[in-house]
């Protein structure tokens, strides 16, 4: 491996890998935080742009259009990337082939266009390192995992959308946080963020009485509710979560019959929220205190 990269450690800055709406940019914005906000999708980064139009002309936030992929190399002709614009779930949008195959078992469809490809790292070195960095790309969050090994400063708090098909891909999750220094985890349920509550002392540039909406991804550091859990912990938490997988997930018992895709929805009804949802999982630093 290569000498490790000095690039500049800010404590005031975060990265929204995956902006979509600006969801979570807006949140990280009225908290008094700087953005790196990332976006494929151009219709998405488009709205973002109007959006977010002051905080962009008052230097608080910058937009970087295009998608993080594994960098290829003696390929340095090619900048562009097949993205697969979902045109159901606008959110579902990814560079990966198996991802847009999966969202089509699941009824949506696609629209592939040609989109910038972007270095993940070579935007760290620019832009430095920053505290919490939420990473939400549709089967690409790992190649954002791996740009950071060459780095010798690492975010503080880092989180990724889990792998919830193939419990040995969750695992490696883990165990790549693990190798670039994250010791203490929580998996969070994605589905009822809404119900999140900022807390009136929050540890993460104070109080902003932040409503969550629809499509954000919520608390993040110190303000997390629940207690961070070892690497063997997060992985045991998984086992428990990735049995539900496998009765209501995606390619669940239940899934595969109109009666079981009913209980499934009569279920969804009764707790007001998805069944069974999907996590992120949040990392802290060892080097946090």
């Known amino acids: 491996m290569s000498e490790a990269n000095h690039a500049m450690k800010r404590p005031e800055l975060i990265y929204d890998v995956g902006m979509h709406k600006g969801e979570d940019t807006d949140y990280y914005l009225k908290k008094g935080f700087s953005v790196i906000g990332f976006e494929a999708d151009p219709d998405l980064a488009a709205y973002c742009r109007d959006r977010l139009s002051d905080a962009i002309e008052n230097g608080k936030l910058i937009i970087v259009e295009g998608a993080i992929a ?92 889990s792998e919830k098909v193939s419990f040995e891909k969750l695992v490696e999750e883990v165990n790549l946080l693990s190798e670039l220094g994250y010791d203490r985890f929580k998996a969070v ?11 009136k002392d929050s540890k993460e540039h104070g109080y902003a009485g932040y409503q969550f909406g629809m499509g954000s991804s919520g608390l993040f550091g110190e303000d997390l509710p629940g207690r961070w859990m070892d690497d063997e912990q997060i992985i045991n938490r998984y086992k428990t979560v990735f ?47």
């Open 243 to 289: 049995r539900r997988y496998r009765v209501f997930g995606d390619c669940g018992v239940l899934r595969k019959t109109y009666p079981g895709k009913a209980i499934i929805k009569a279920l969804s009804i009764l707790v007001r929220r998805p069944i069974p949802g999907y996590y992120d999982t949040h990392a802290k630093h060892a080097g946090t205190r």
């Open 70 to 161: 594994e960098p290829k190399s003696g390929d340095d002709e090619v900048n562009t990337i097949k993205f697969y614009k979902n045109t159901s779930i606008s959110v579902w949008g990814t560079v990966d082939a198996d991802w847009a195959r999966r969202n089509e078992v699941l009824g949506t469809s696609s629209e592939v266009i040609e989109v910038p490809i972007v270095d993940f790292a070579a935007c760290l070195e620019k832009h430095g390192v920053p505290h919490y960095c939420k990473i939400d790309i549709e089967g690409m969050d790992a190649v954002c995992l791996r740009a950071l090994r060459r780095f010798e400063h690492k975010p503080d708090y880092i989180s990724i959308e």
């Open 189 to 199: 349920q994605q589905s009822s963020i809404e119900h999140q509550r900022e807390p």
